[in-house]
């Protein structure tokens, strides 16, 4: 009888043979990066045993009359039944449907977890499996790995499903489309590290200011990256230090020198993902760097560099992959196959953490423990980037006992001093209208607040012809309009009074003479303070950043970090609060003021170490999902505002109004529906009707007369 894997939309078909073998090879080859050949290989060949069953044929030789057959289920039995081999039975198991819950020998067909299926009943017989592939029936998973504690058994058993997923992807796709564009990119990281030298050559070349100076200082160390050995580092580099540029001459130089495969640049926010995908697209070229994340679109065209950047997206096979904590983390929680393939490409890579302190507090223990995971036991090299170094000892000690974290820059204390720009003070307590009163008094002043109707509100009270308000009630678009005009005016020295909330703290580049900062967490009041005398213009005793509170605290969701802050403020004076000395102590506290369990708050270690993937993946949510879309009408999104309320739907349609929408709850929306003031062609967003509720200078807002709760 002739096997098949596959068939072809025009008649080719694809021997089952042929597909087992060539999917083992690819896996194999991928888990190689961390000495598991052997198990990957033999994996592949189990995975689409069930195919030697006759149903299964039924339906490969006439897959539009007869109905799709399991065919997973076979392989994953004999793995665990037979080999005794629990990755393995993973792996097949869900290499169609994603990974599982292990579940209980009680649970019966309906449950979906693993023991139901190893326990079902009635599967074709396969044995004409045996007389065309030849498998090892020895104990073929390496020594490291039958020594690991239950979360790395578990992480191991992720990693190797990545290397069988993509493995029987690409395979797959190789059959079925020959003529899909070429996925290797064809560049080292030994051509892109002479690319950065021969940037960094022009643009640093006979530095004459102090800062760019220092700056120069601080990137020569980092070109040193070939003297390290893989590991755990931080790059602590005060704000205006050169960081981006910086930390990826490290990684480059460091994995030449250790022949590592990839280097990932992780990011808190996508307002800061682009600006950095531009400075390395200017070094390398459009061609190698990947921008990966949920406001990007590769579409399919004609464009080879395009397309070939479209297909990593897939899998992350390519030389420098920008990307989000977002996509990062949920990615290394997921269970679905589509997630996971990317997973084996980890290993052997340099992981730069930018602005490493914004890691999740609720997730921070499960971030810690997968980084150090992927560093001990795959090869991988991890660097903690930042201006204000979280302090993880204490974490690192509990998650990964035995590894260390260590400190690229030497001096970092000098580094603080030099790049010091402003001083520190606090200005009081204030109610709103007389905050703005102090605010109007300065020519030109950035003011962050911790609330979105503290911003409204505070803007209400400031001078007409040159206040300015930013928050997440305002769309993108709107948001950028806003701080072009802000730029232009901070250059041209015209009067300008501008509100925000905290998202202008990272990766928005103004520079102000003067900043005010509601308290909060110290690492959010340096990021303020780097938006004033960021260039270092103004002497240090006139650049002042206003610490400030409100007569009427509202309760806060940084209740913590500012605990910590107050705790910090009474060991160090405001003027010492910018170095490395008050930065570790405030994180010593919020640490010590939110309680151990807090730090995973959902569980998640407790469920990876039971091998439940699928509630991991469910609980394991860095932004919460539980909001709408809410989109606000453009004469330049007009199209695309027909095709929603005709119900045409697309990824990239979605993405094209990605700059028009605003985020809100559920509640919120179905609120604004049943008072008029929108539409909600579909349960997932909504579309804005009244124009009244939405003002391009300060967002979403409702009068008084209709507030009621609505925001908050």
């Not at 190689?32 to 990957?40: G, I, N, V, Y």
């Not at 602590?236 to 981006?244: F, S, Y």
């Not at 990011?267 to 994340?293: A, C, K, M």
Request: proline residues 4%; negative net charge; contains cysteine.
């Amino acid at each position: 009888m002739e096997w098949i894997a596959h068939l072809s939309d025009d008649g080719r078909k694809q021997s089952l043979k042929a597909h087992l073998e060539q999917v083992a090879k690819l896996a194999g080859s991928f888990a190689s990066a961390f000495d598991s050949r052997d198990e990957a290989y033999r994996i592949g060949l189990l995975h689409d045993m069930g195919k030697y069953g006759d149903h299964s044929q039924k339906h490969m030789q006439d897959p539009l009359n007869t109905p799709k057959y399991d065919h997973s289920t076979a392989g994953a039995q004999y793995a665990f039944l037979t080999l005794k081999d629990f990755v393995a039975a993973n792996a097949v198991a869900a290499h169609h449907s994603g990974l599982l819950d292990r579940g209980s020998p009680a649970d019966d067909s309906s449950s979906g977890t693993l023991l139901a299926r190893i326990q079902k009943k009635n599967l074709d017989p396969t044995d004409s499996f045996f007389s065309e592939i030849r498998l090892s029936k020895e104990m073929l998973l390496p020594s490291w790995v039958q020594s690991l504690d239950p979360f790395g058994r578990q992480f191991y058993i992720r990693m190797i499903f990545s290397c069988l997923v993509d493995a029987d992807y690409l395979d797959t796709e190789r059959f079925m489309d020959p003529d899909l564009p070429d996925r290797q990119f064809h560049v080292s990281l030994d051509f892109l590290l002479e690319q950065l030298k021969k940037y960094v050559s022009v643009k640093f070349q006979s530095p004459t200011t102090a800062v760019n100076i220092k700056r120069a200082e601080i990137l020569s160390c980092c070109f040193q990256g070939n003297r390290f050995e893989r590991g755990l580092y931080s790059l602590t580099v005060p704000t205006g230090g050169g960081k981006t540029i910086s930390s990826m001459a490290f990684a480059l130089t460091h994995a030449v020198k250790t022949h590592q495969k990839h280097i990932i640049f992780v990011v808190p926010y996508t307002s800061i993902i682009e600006q950095n995908t531009q400075v390395y697209r200017e070094i390398f070229g459009p061609d190698v760097v990947l921008e990966h994340h949920s406001g990007v679109e590769y579409t399919s065209n004609t464009d080879e560099e395009n397309n070939r950047l479209r297909l990593a997206t897939e899998n992350w096979d390519a030389p420098i992959i920008v990307t989000t904590a977002v996509q990062f983390f949920e990615s290394l929680y997921a269970s679905r196959t589509s997630r996971c393939r990317k997973l084996h490409n980890l290993a052997d890579s340099v992981i730069i953490f930018d602005e490493a302190q914004m890691l999740p507090l609720h997730f921070l223990k499960p971030c810690v423990k997968v980084i150090s995971e992927l560093v001990l036991h795959y090869g991988a090299t991890a660097i903690l980037c930042t201006a204000t170094q979280p302090a993880l000892n204490g974490i690192l000690e509990e998650c990964a006992p035995g590894i260390t974290c260590k400190e690229i820059i030497p001096d970092t204390e000098q580094l603080f001093s030099f790049f010091s720009r402003n001083t520190f003070v606090h200005s009081g307590t204030f109610d709103e209208q007389s905050l703005a009163e102090q605010l109007s008094k300065e020519s030109q002043v950035l003011c962050i607040v911790n609330t979105r109707r503290s911003a409204q509100n505070i803007y209400s009270f400031l001078p007409e012809e040159s206040r300015f308000h930013l928050s997440t009630f305002m769309t993108p678009h709107d948001r950028t309009i806003v701080l072009n005009t802000v730029r232009d005016r901070l250059i041209h020295h015209l009067p300008c009074h501008l509100v925000s909330t905290s998202l202008i703290e990272c990766g928005v580049d103004v520079d102000f003479p003067c900043v005010w900062r509601e308290e909060t967490g110290l690492d959010s009041i340096l990021q303020a303070a780097g938006r004033c005398n960021r260039e270092g213009h103004q002497n240090l005793e006139s650049s002042f950043v206003h610490i400030f509170s409100f007569e009427k605290e509202t309760r806060s969701l940084f209740g913590a970090q500012t605990g910590a802050f107050r705790n910090t403020v009474r060991s160090y004076s405001y003027p010492l609060l910018n170095t490395p000395a008050a930065i570790h102590f405030y994180f010593e506290e919020l640490l010590a003021l939110k309680s151990n369990q807090s730090l995973d708050f959902h569980h998640i270690l407790e469920d990876c170490c039971k091998c439940n993937f699928k509630t991991t993946a469910e609980h394991f949510k860095l932004i919460d999902e539980d909001t709408r879309m809410l989109y606000i009408p453009n004469d330049s999104i007009r199209s695309e505002l027909f095709l929603l309320r005709s119900g045409t739907y697309s990824r990239a349609l979605f993405r094209r109004l990605n700059s028009f929408g605003v985020s809100v709850y559920p509640a919120t929306l179905d609120r604004m529906v049943s008072m008029g003031y929108a539409e909600k062609p579909d349960t997932f967003f909504g579309i804005l009707l009244d124009s009244r509720v939405y003002d391009p200078s300060t967002g979403l807002s409702l009068s008084e007369n209709n507030a009621e709760a609505i925001f908050i």
